[in-house]
């Protein structure tokens, strides 16, 4: 397996998950272009960037010229024609099949014959999406966890005909981001999601059937079982309106209903109550009121 690092990397979608990708490559020394369907989506994603790098140096674990390279690294575009003289093209959008397998037939067309394409997809299967393409054997799953920068695993996971060298491709690279990779068949949920979502979707019942409060809940499962976070909160910070998707992929996946999803959070993503991103969710995510100023004398 070649340790070699991409020459240039494309991320399409410009949010959280893309630009945590974008992040992490230029960091390594990876020309990336950062590619959403607007300018002010693109801005955003380097804003995120410059905002993540800020941080990792206010901790002292980066120096600020180094930063200032890393972000100078990552180019913005509206074009998916960025990925034309790419060797890695990384989709980070929605968590839709039919707007992925789009963009995968778009890339296919423009990327060179020998560059992998790879979807940050948390549960789609990778063999839909090759299957929108002329290089089914370049295609392969790259699933970052969330945030990106911090998280230390990425799930790979080889459609049906994903070859034996793309893989090798993307575990080096993997490997180039000090990260690690755990390979995983194409089934519905891959492993991380496939575990994790009937446990979220149990809290929310749980919380809908009045067993517990919404902080008993995550409180039992943090005190209880050494999480972090507990599954309220977590939802909130992957998105409820993702969590749901996913569940759904699940559902009809494998035809089981012990993957239906709680009504409950069906009604919260109806509100457009999606969690952290719109600023509330199972919490409140509404900043704090500026305080008053100081009475002139």
Same mark, same amino acid.
């Given at each position: ?5 991409? =020459? ?6 410009? &949010? !959280?998950?893309? =630009?945590?990708?974008? !992040? ?6 990876? *020309? ?38 890393? $972000? &100078? ?58 299957? *929108?393409?002329?290089?089914? !054997? ?21 459609? !049906? ?10 575990? *080096? ?29 149990? *809290? ?36 409820? /309106?993702?969590?749901?998707?996913? $569940? ?7 035809? /089981? ?26 919490? /409140? ?13």
């Amino acid at each position: 397996m070649s340790a070699k690092a991409p =020459s240039k990397v494309v991320v399409v979608g410009a &949010g !959280q998950m893309g =630009s945590g990708i974008a !992040q992490v490559f230029a960091a390594k020394g990876v *020309a990336v272009a950062l590619v959403d369907v607007r300018d002010d989506l693109v801005a955003r994603g380097r804003e995120g960037i410059r905002s993540s790098l800020a941080r990792i140096v206010k901790k002292g674990a980066l120096a600020a010229d180094e930063a200032e390279r890393t $972000l &100078g690294r990552v180019a913005g575009s509206t074009r998916v024609d960025a990925a034309r003289d790419a060797d890695l093209c990384i989709e980070a959008i929605v968590e839709d099949e039919a707007a992925k397998k789009d963009l995968f037939a778009k890339l296919d067309a423009i990327a060179p014959p020998d560059a992998v394409l790879a979807s940050n997809t948390s549960s789609i299967s990778i063999t839909v999406l090759a299957a *929108a393409t002329r290089r089914a !054997q370049r295609v392969i799953g790259m699933h970052f966890m969330n945030p990106v920068p911090v998280m230390q695993l990425v799930e790979v996971i080889r459609g !049906q005909e994903t070859s034996d060298d793309t893989t090798a491709r993307v575990l *080096a690279a993997v490997e180039i981001l000090g990260k690690t990779p755990v390979e995983a068949h194409d089934y519905p949920g891959f492993v991380s999601n496939r575990v994790l979502m009937p446990m979220i979707n149990e *809290a929310i019942f749980a919380l809908m059937e009045g067993v517990a409060t919404r902080d008993g809940i995550d409180t039992v499962l943090k005190l209880g079982m050494h999480h972090p976070m507990g599954p309220l909160a977590l939802a909130d910070l992957i998105g409820l /309106d993702t969590c749901l998707s996913i $569940l759904e992929v699940l559902h009809r996946g494998f035809g /089981d209903p012990k993957y239906r999803p709680c009504p409950l959070l069906r009604r919260m993503v109806a509100s457009g109550h999606l969690g952290r991103k719109t600023g509330r969710g199972f919490y /409140d995510y509404a900043p704090a009121p500026a305080a008053p100023a100081p009475a002139a004398r």
